[in-house]
T-cell receptor, first 117, second 115 residues
Framework: DTAVSQTPKYLVTQMGNDKSIKCEQN?????MYWYKQDSKKFLKIMFS???????INETVPNRFSPKSPDKAHLNLHINSLELGDSAVYFC????????????????FGPGTRLTVL | KNQVEQSPQSLIILEGKNCTLQ??????????LRWYKQDTGRGPVSLTI?????NTKSNGRYTATLDADTKQSSLHITASQLSDSASYIC??????????????FGTGTQLKVEL
């Protein structure tokens, strides 16, 4: 079974629309993340949640709002989509119960390719 | 500013040959360095994680080295296989005040192994 899953895998939408990407992990991990990978394959962290609590919130437009209903899920909602939002979005999780583990391994989902037209 | 630079940007080698990928970083305060393998259309998968005190770590045919003084790391792949074709990403973690880590990703080296 997939450890970290994301839906949908592909998302094509018009500028100005609102969309959500869902992420679920069945590893029993406490920490979950959202990353954005641009066309140059550069990965950048957007958010990190530890046990439903926001830990990291990088300089991301407030059109992006993460929601964690429980520690196994971290969804990403995007309002008023713009052309520059087109990218691959990766969800990840790690065991990191305290949010302070030095060598915590992150497990990535398969990614969601978002295309804004 | 925390940065991670990788070289070469892309590399083509013949199956069975060895290769070495480089990573230079300016992340501070240093916590650990990770190498990830990302297959096309997939999420990154962790290969190795090294802390300040570790110089070498191996995972099968992958061997990572770390020189914390010069802030350099390398990933050596031995006896390459077609399945090694992927992007290899160097990720350096900075220790945050109050605990936790912030990861800075390199742009990756795209490796292609050919027959």
């Amino acid at each position: 079974d997939t450890a970290v899953s994301q839906t949908p895998k592909y998302l094509v939408t018009q500028m100005g629309n609102d969309k959500s990407i869902k992420c679920e992990q069945n590893l029993g991990h406490d920490t979950m993340y959202w990353y954005k990978q641009d066309s140059k394959k550069f990965l950048k962290i957007m958010f990190s949640y530890n046990n439903k609590e926001l830990i990291i919130n990088e300089t991301v437009p407030n059109r992006f709002s993460p929601k964690s209903p429980d520690k196994a899920h971290l969804n990403l909602h995007i309002n008023s989509l713009e052309l520059g939002d087109s990218a691959v979005y990766f969800c990840a999780s790690s065991q990191d119960r305290s949010g302070r583990t030095i060598t915590d391994t992150q497990y990535f989902g398969p990614g969601t390719r978002l295309t804004v037209l | 500013k925390n940065q991670v630079e990788q070289s070469p940007q892309s590399l083509i080698i013949l199956e069975g040959k060895n290769c070495t990928l480089q990573c230079n970083y300016t992340v501070s305060p240093f916590s650990n360095l990770r190498w990830y393998k990302q297959d096309t259309g997939r999420g990154p998968v962790s290969l190795t994680i090294m802390t300040f005190s570790e110089n070498t770590k191996s995972n099968g045919r992958y061997t990572a080295t770390l020189d914390a003084d010069t802030k350099q790391s390398s990933l050596h792949i031995t006896a390459s296989q077609l399945s090694d074709s992927a992007s290899y990403i160097c990720v350096v973690s900075a220790r945050l005040t109050g605990g936790g880590n912030k990861l800075t990703f390199g742009t990756g080296t795209q490796l292609k192994v050919e027959l």
